[in-house]
């Protein structure tokens, strides 16, 4: 009993993560159609997020580290947010419609990310800083002649080389300068570790069970995102629009709805939601610039399995892929066939993390012979829009 | 032929003394086919005007033009004096235009009430209380029954009276319709030609009406006639003549 109490749990408990995680590429793929490669490394900026805010709080004393993980939810969902409205307005928003350019593109930003958080250091920030001051400040200033048009092409050429040259000079200047604790890598390429805050540690015993805190605020904050999300969407202005440009873009146009600002917000909330699984992430175990690696695939399984533009599919799904995960990883099955040796050792074969997710995997693509188009599919006629 | 030539229609267009709407030569491509040629078109304030043609004369694209669903290669587009040619459907329609295309586009997966709050995105001022004015519900009593049933359920016609009322929402200074009664019964086309005309008289609108029944072409002042992209024919709808009737509308 105490067993089937367990793996339920762990397995709800996995699937609250996945489903945090897959919350916002719900949103993003679900109703928007973008395939964000990089919304693992939102997820990773949010764990990084939550590092940081931990760091910044730490030196504060008692009532201030303790509840610092709410400032870090905070912190990480308007981070995430932020880098993904600049990532819709400066790459998605060009390949709308174009899911193939738009795969390759964030993938490309995907791998970005994840160099930037291992070698951001005071050097880096500094010189990229400077060129970017340099560049688009000369741009801003040229852009105010009347014959920028003509001029603009020559004003790119010679801006980028003297932007460049100066930025590289003056890090190298600095760092040379000031040496180590200006050049070193502020997170690297080894992973960080968040503590969870006194009051999450430890866990609630049920028998001989033992729930552990963590988990459990992971559960609550996935409840809460779900609520949050389910408010906005059907209870706000802002998500009407949502709905009415998701299913019906040009007729939204037609009455009024600004659908550049739309595509922004649902992108940014998108986003936010991947900046807060972070979060979560960040509770679970070490962080490292890979982490989103880990999650994409699975996010992604989330959302097709549940059928793509559905909330409630997500849902379902990510609990059964989290149930299916645990059940298959922890070998909770095989103890029932101890009279068949040769049915007990296939579950033990696969009782490792990662023979779990192969399984799953099967599964999934088994299933998808069968409901293509996921548990919930789209009914009606905007499915081809 | 005994109508007016196309330069004829320019003269009367140009001479409309209050333009709601004011365009000039305006061409449209849809890739490399070229489907408005040289159009010169005008809304007077307060006034009904009707574009009648064949099935694919180009219509449907002259209206979607001047919402800013497709863009002119040349040709200027005026609404209310100001040039609207650069701007944006969302914007469009927060300046007063209200659309009603063909084929209606109700938001399927959306509630009737919610697909009528929509309507009140073209107003300026934000934060005002959501509600729906008892008037909509004066001009399509239907609409009063279903509010929570989704866009998607409603027959044609429903569909189509929810499609007016939800313009009407954003208090449009011009109403574009687009064949209101495309594959709809005789007693709702009568439905709807009477809201239309109450409109008009109750809230002085101008109204842009693309039409193929000839009852409710009646009821515009104005009419412009379009073959082949052009516009070919223009006048007072009281001087429709047999002869255009059989040439240009589909009955
Ligand atoms: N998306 C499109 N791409 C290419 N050509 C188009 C497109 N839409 C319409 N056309 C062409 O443009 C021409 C004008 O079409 P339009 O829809 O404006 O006709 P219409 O006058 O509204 O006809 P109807 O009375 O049938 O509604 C037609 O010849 C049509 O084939
Ligand atoms: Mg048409």
Redesign the pocket.
Known sequence: MSGLLDGLFNGISIGAVLLLAALGLAIVFGLMGVINMAHGELIMLGAYTTFVVQNIFKPLGAPWSDFYIFFALVAAFIVAALVGVLLERTVVRYLYGRPLETLLATWGVSLILQQFIRSVSPQFVVGVGLFCALYFGAIAIISRRPDFERIRNWAIAIMVPISVAIALTASNVLGQSFKLGFTRPWFGTQGVDVTAPKWLRGGLAIGDSQLPYTRLFIIALTIVCLLGIYWFLNKTNWGLRIRSVTQNRTMSACLGIPTQKVDAITFAIGSGLAGIAGCAVALLGSVSSNTGQAYIVDTFMVVVIGGVGKLIGSIMAAGAIGILSYVIGSNAIGPLFDSMPFVKSIFEFFATASMAKVVVFALIVVFLQFRPAGLFPQKGRTVEA | MSYTKSSAAVESSGAIADPMLDITNLNVY??E?H??RNVDFGVASGKMVCLI????????????TIMGLLAPRTGSIQFRGESIVRKSPDQRARLGIGYVP?GREVIPRLTIKENLLLGLEALPGKGQKKEIPEEIFELFPVLKTMLSRMGGDLSGGQQQQLAIARALMGQPKLLVL??PT?GIQPSIILEIEAAVKRIIKERGISVLL?E?HLHFVRQADWYYA?QK?GIVASGPTRELSQEIIQEFL?V
């Open positions: 849809y890739g086919s489907i408005l043609g064949r099935n694919g004369v180009g219509k449907t694209t002259m209206l979607k063909q687009d064949e495309e693309v193929q379009m992209g589909a």
